[in-house]
T-cell receptor, first 112, second 114 residues
Framework: GNSVTQMEGPVTLSEEAFLTINCTYT??????LFWYVQYPGEGLQLLLK?????DKGSNKGFEATYRKETTSFHLEKGSVQVSDSAVYFC???????????FGTGTRLKVLA | SQTIHQWPATLVQPVGSPLSLECTVE??????LYWYRQAAGRGLQLLFY??????ISSEVPQNLSASRPQDRQFILSSKKLLLSDSGFYLC?????????????FGDGTRLSIL
């Protein structure tokens, strides 16, 4: 089957620290992988995506690489800011369908 | 550019009352449309999705229903709300006819049942 597993949160970091949020997946076929960010009281915003193995998605200083050999898509940022505090969701598209599977989300808190 | 509108932003309803949440998309044709529910502090549960007018797929048996009366309009309804229907409801769209495309979400409706 298809599934997405994210690390449990909350993740609490000081400003300018390095961020890693782990995401692993199981999937049939060739899914695309996504990271979304959700700020309090808002919907999800697409942060970055990768459509095939070894692709690197990047946006606003965040990066994630589609690793087929380890079935992972870890989110990284070199220096976090207080404004990065939010919930981050890893997701995949289910091959051959129009459906998506989301992880449970990881809350990030960045302290000044 | 494409935009998605969802309303109302917040709603407080008594148990047993009806529900209608509306979602519209602009700037694209024949999108795939989705309704999700997000319980407090938890992930997203897919409720319904639609690949065309009048075509609705239900993912979870429940007290809710969905309709797509027009190409870019998606409505979530209930005849009688339950306490367990409380949550944050999100509408989303993706490019129609193509899989593996990202989804784009509305701002959500926070529904509280009293």
């Amino acid at each position: 089957g298809n599934s997405v597993t994210q690390m449990e949160g909350p993740v609490t970091l000081s400003e300018e620290a390095f961020l890693t949020i782990n995401c692993t997946y199981t999937a049939t076929g060739y899914p695309s992988l996504f990271w979304y960010v959700q700020y309090p009281g808002e919907g999800l915003q697409l942060l970055l995506k990768a459509t095939k193995a070894d692709d690197k998605g990047s946006n606003k200083g965040f990066e994630a690489t589609y690793r087929k050999e380890t079935t992972s898509f870890h989110l990284e940022k070199g220096s976090v800011q207080v404004s990065d505090s939010a919930v981050y969701f890893c997701a995949l598209s289910v091959t051959g369908t129009y459906k998506y599977i989301f992880g449970t989300g990881t809350r990030l808190k960045v302290l000044a | 550019s494409q935009t998605i509108h969802q309303w109302p932003a917040t709603l407080v309803q008594p148990v047993g009352s009806p529900l209608s949440l509306e979602c519209t998309v602009e700037g694209t044709s024949n999108p795939n449309l989705y309704w999700y529910r997000q319980a407090a502090g938890r992930g997203l549960q897919l409720l319904f999705y639609s690949v065309g007018i009048g075509q609705i797929s239900s993912e979870v048996p429940q007290n809710l229903s969905a309709s797509r009366p027009q190409d870019r309009q998606f409505i979530l309804s209930s005849k009688k709300l339950l306490l367990s229907d409380s949550g944050f409801y999100l509408c989303a769209w993706s490019v129609g006819g193509i899989s593996n495309q990202p989804q784009h979400f509305g701002d959500g409706t926070r529904l509280s049942i009293l």
